[in-house]
Nanobody
Framework: QVQLVESGGGLVQAGGSLRLSCAASGSISRIDTMAWYRQAPGKQRELVAQITTSASTHYADFVKGRFAISRDNAKNMVYLQMNSLRPEDTAVYYC????????????WGPGTQVTVAS
């Protein structure tokens, strides 16, 4: 089992920045990819950014050039630096860990609210 806890959300003005953190615990050695997803009211959860164990990254088009995902394997942490925030970035942001042990399994944190005021 893997446990994830996000922190760093809050209220920010448009154009501002926030840094989200996700602390992982449990069966850390089994984690392959880590990612950030978000879900706005009335919308489906969507991938924001993903990072592999080799630090290869993937970003959704709507955050390219504004957000950056990073991973500190020694501290079992993953971060999402969010710059140039827009009101449409308002959502609950979830940390995700993916693990392959015979079958793929996803783990989720409880989420952290990010609100961008115009």
């Amino acid at each position: 089992q893997v446990q994830l806890v996000e922190s760093g959300g809050g209220l920010v003005q448009a154009g501002g920045s926030l840094r989200l953190s996700c602390a992982a615990s449990g069966s850390i050695s089994r984690i392959d990819t880590m990612a950030w997803y978000r879900q706005a009211p009335g919308k489906q959860r969507e991938l924001v950014a993903q990072i592999t164990t080799s630090a290869s990254t993937h970003y959704a088009d709507f955050v390219k050039g504004r957000f950056a995902i990073s991973r500190d394997n020694a501290k079992n942490m993953v971060y999402l630096q969010m710059n140039s925030l827009r009101p449409e970035d308002t959502a609950v942001y979830y940390c995700n860990a993916g693990s392959w042990v015979g079958a793929w399994k996803d783990y989720w944190g409880p989420g952290t609210q990010v609100t961008v005021a115009s």
